[in-house]
């Protein structure tokens, strides 16, 4: 029987890897990595591997420091050096609240970028990665469940390009060995590991799927390895085959270079549903927008082309499509009709917006007839800390939650907690706004409903009057302090 020593090695010769040339290892301490690090310092020259290890600060100041203690200590026995990267407390949980992910995902994006930094730094183009078969298995798994597009069933990849530009590569020769095999080997080699006591929490999904999911589908459906293993192989058969009509496409579909590329339309249209959207997806990667690329996205943009939509907004990007073309325009906060919303309860409820403004977070904003300011902290902010020159302001605080919508009246609407309901219709007749201009109503709505309406007139000078009921103080709203101003006052 060929040793798991041996299928490396072959595995690194299949993929060409220069065993002359330095190579990194990602270097957790635990099982999977030790066993990879102890098959590289027997196939590779010492002076050829370097270790490095991504610390989230996710766990006990204790268990890092033992962890550390292991890592430098098991590095200096195989003679190579160990690189070890700190990640800033608190970071990793700030990244998943500002981009909506868990921390998982969030550990995973600052550990690759870590690594690639790292190689860089080091002239190392090949990064060794030991993920094993049932990290492949569990993450069938876990894309299974939460959703999201068909490709990425296809597992990981065996290798990878992870840094075009600087030609960097991340390989992975464990995925054909399961975890009892490395666990085997270890014990049967001597070698030591550190545990992450993280791996046994069940507030992490993919830990639910380990200790929960899989043990049951052993018990209940022995077979089921080899079956999501053929649905794998065949969900990468159709992403390659996907890929490869999309990629014939793009010279005829596509003209342009860069930020100026622009799509045909007519051409585009003539292309099948999931080709249509590769070749958006291709497109956004032309642009160099390729990480705010979601499927909701490529969805929002494929919708507003089909339906003639002179503009629209995807990925917080904006393009115009009045021309028979898709053309990037820029960074976008906000755009009219057809945008891709993330509070679910609003869509389709929009046609003809007057104005719509999405907001996720504390900045400065235009929107409709006004210009917006919004803060948010203990104390009501200074002039300064809200950034506005003049005084031809007014400043409003209103309790909400992020991410909020700030958008025009739609007939019908109330605003109420049970007790207390009121028709947004008589609040415009009771304030004497015409209704040729009743749009001017705004509406403040979070994910828990309207919070606020804010009436406006212009005869004369600039007032505002907020209206909100005292029970949308609800414990996950907070006082958020919002100046508004019309154009062109500051």
């Not at 700190?86 to 600052?110: D, M, T, V």
Request: glycine share 6%; net charge positive; hydrophobic share 40%.
């Amino acid at each position: 029987m060929k040793t798991l020593e041996y299928k490396v090695k072959k595995f690194l010769l299949d993929m060409h890897v220069d065993f002359h040339k330095p190579l990194a290892i990602a270097f957790s301490g635990g099982l999977d990595s030790s066993v990879l690090l102890y098959i590289l310092v027997r196939i590779f020259d010492h002076d050829n591997i370097r270790a490095i290890h991504v610390c989230h600060n996710l766990r006990s100041k204790e268990e890092l420091e033992r962890e550390r203690i292991f890592l430098q200590k098991t590095c200096k026995a195989y003679s190579i050096p160990i690189t070890i990267v700190n990640i800033r407390q608190g970071a990793i949980s700030e990244y998943a609240h500002r981009k909506n992910c868990g921390i998982e995902a969030a550990a995973r994006h600052y550990r690759y970028h870590a690594l690639v930094r790292t190689a860089q730094r080091f002239g190392i183009s090949t990064i060794v990665t030991a993920h094993q078969a049932d990290d492949q298995a569990e993450t069938f798994l876990l894309r299974l469940v939460r959703g999201g597009r068909l490709e990425t069933l296809g597992g990981i990849s065996a290798s990878r390009l992870v840094d075009s530009t600087k030609g960097i590569n991340v390989i992975r020769p464990l995925l054909s060995f399961r975890r009892h095999e490395l666990e085997a080997f270890a014990r049967e080699n001597n070698l030591e590991w550190s545990e992450d006591s993280t791996n046994r929490e069940l507030s992490f999904l993919r830990n639910r799927i380990r200790h929960v999911l899989i043990p049951l589908l052993d018990k209940e459906f022995p077979s089921w390895r080899s079956s999501i293993e053929s649905y794998r192989w065949q969900a990468q058969e159709l992403n390659t085959l996907i890929t490869s009509i999309a990629c014939q496409s793009m010279p005829k579909v596509m003209r342009g270079l860069g930020k100026d590329a622009i799509l045909d339309q007519a051409l585009f249209r003539k292309e099948e549903a999931l080709v249509r959207r590769r070749i958006l997806r291709l497109f956004f990667m032309h642009l160099g927008l390729k990480d705010a690329v979601s499927q909701g996205a490529l969805e929002s943009l494929e919708r507003a082309i089909l339906q003639g939509a002179p503009r629209v907004e995807a990925a917080r990007c904006q393009f115009d499509l009045s021309n028979g073309v898709v053309k990037y325009i820029g960074k976008a906060n906000s755009s009219s009709g057809f945008l891709d919303r993330s509070i679910s309860q609003l869509k389709g409820l929009f046609r003809f917006d007057e104005f719509f403004l999405r907001v996720g977070e504390p900045g400065q904003y235009e929107c409709g007839p006004l210009k917006m300011v919004v803060s948010q902290s203990v104390q009501p902010p200074s002039l300064d800390n809200a950034s506005i020159d003049k005084e031809q302001f007014l400043r409003l605080s209103i309790p909400l939650s992020f991410p909020f919508i700030f958008r025009n009246r739609k007939e019908g609407e109330n605003i109420g907690d049970g007790d207390r309901s009121k028709d947004l219709g008589s609040t415009s007749k009771n304030q004497k706004i015409s209704a040729d201009i009743s749009h001017i109503v705004a509406i403040l709505e979070d994910e828990y409903g309207i919070a606020a309406i804010l009436t406006m007139t212009f005869d004369g000078r600039f007032s505002i009057k907020s209206d909100y009921s005292s029970r949308l103080l609800c414990e996950k709203r907070k006082i958020l302090y919002i100046f508004l101003s019309r154009k062109g006052d500051f």
